[in-house]
């Protein structure tokens, strides 16, 4: 080979390895920051190069086009991860791309406490931050078609409790889909290991008298025995009598205080005036209050009242139950069942 053809194959070799060799030092050369820490934030369902355009907006020097060749060659281009990310001084482009394919960012988390209703559940996702609120301006029968619920099923009662966390940039009908799918799976767990002989038609009315015990009583102790009243109440033909039931009727116009004007609001959801269960739930139950509507403590109960600590009375007979009014309600104005 002549020395010319030597020296231009050389030239062209290096003029290769060049290229390479500033890729390599690039993937490997500390970013700079806008200022550090740097706090950022990459939407669910971004690609690499669109997780990099986000991240330069918010002050981090970075190609989404090297990166994007970087998550690329390196395999993983699919790993990226959404979620909040804290970016210290002397980061590169190839450790923030490993972090983000094999640790993750931090999520944002909602948390929806046992109880609540469904118009609470609503609220709080309009101020979630992060979250997009991609229900907005469809009503409650075009919210549960989205998220695959039956025809016809009320929203109220149908999302389980719980903590849900999620990467910004995710939507709010994604959130509740799982929440409608936790419950669903809860549910049919609990009726499926229902207690024998139970006065329930099926787990729609399962999920209504647990959202009621719900309300009732927060006290574990106390919840297979509020159920136990329930259950003995509907075996017997007796109104269910649950000031709950009543709140809920009332909406609105409830002033945080039941009044005996009240217990004669025209709904079907008080159960002062309509025997047996309200249509459907009246709150979103959690797991506890769930089994305890399928696992009722055995008695034969058919009162109680709230002793003003949390707990509740339990009578068997009306004059029982009196006794215990007069003890712990009537100096206090409430109502008992």
Do not use: C
Request: net charge positive.
């Amino acid at each position: 080979m002549r020395p010319k053809t030597r020296w231009i194959l050389r030239l062209l070799a290096v003029a290769l390895l060049l290229p390479v060799l500033s890729f390599g030092w690039w993937a490997q050369h500390p970013m700079r920051l806008r200022h550090a820490p740097l706090e950022l934030s990459v939407r669910s369902g971004s690609g690499a190069r669109a997780a990099a355009q986000q991240m330069r907006a918010q002050g981090l020097a970075l190609s989404p086009a090297l990166f994007a060749l970087l998550a690329r060659l390196s395999g993983q281009a699919t790993r990226l991860q959404a979620g909040n990310y804290q970016i210290d001084a002397g980061t590169s482009p190839w450790q923030l791309l490993q972090r983000m394919a094999r640790v993750g960012g931090t999520l944002l988390s909602l948390t929806v406490p046992e109880g609540w209703t469904y118009a609470q559940v609503r609220a709080a996702l309009r101020h979630a931050p992060g979250l997009v609120d991609d229900a907005s301006g469809l009503d409650d029968a075009q919210i549960m078609q989205r998220i695959g619920a039956p025809p016809g099923l009320p929203a109220e009662g149908w999302f389980f409790p719980d903590t849900y966390r999620y990467a910004p940039g995710s939507s709010a009908l994604a959130l509740l889909r799982r929440g409608y799918h936790a419950m669903q799976r809860q549910l049919q767990q609990a009726w499926a290991g229902r207690a024998p002989g139970l006065p329930l038609r099926d787990p729609e009315q399962a999920l209504t008298l647990a959202s009621m015990i719900e309300r009732e009583t927060a006290r574990a102790q106390d919840r297979p025995q509020v159920a136990a009243v329930f259950v003995n109440r509907l075996r017997a033909g007796m109104p269910l009598q649950s000031d709950p039931t009543v709140v809920y009727a009332l909406g609105a116009r409830y002033d945080g205080r039941l009044h005996r004007r009240d217990m004669q609001v025209d709904s079907p959801y008080n159960t002062y005036l309509h025997a047996g269960l309200p249509p459907s739930p009246i709150a979103l139950p959690g797991a506890a209050a769930l089994h305890a509507a399928l696992h009722p403590a055995s008695s034969d109960a058919l009162y109680f009242v709230a002793r003003g600590d949390g707990s509740s009375a339990f009578s068997v007979t009306l004059r029982q139950h009196d006794a215990a009014v007069d003890r712990y309600l009537v100096r206090q104005g409430d109502h008992a069942r």
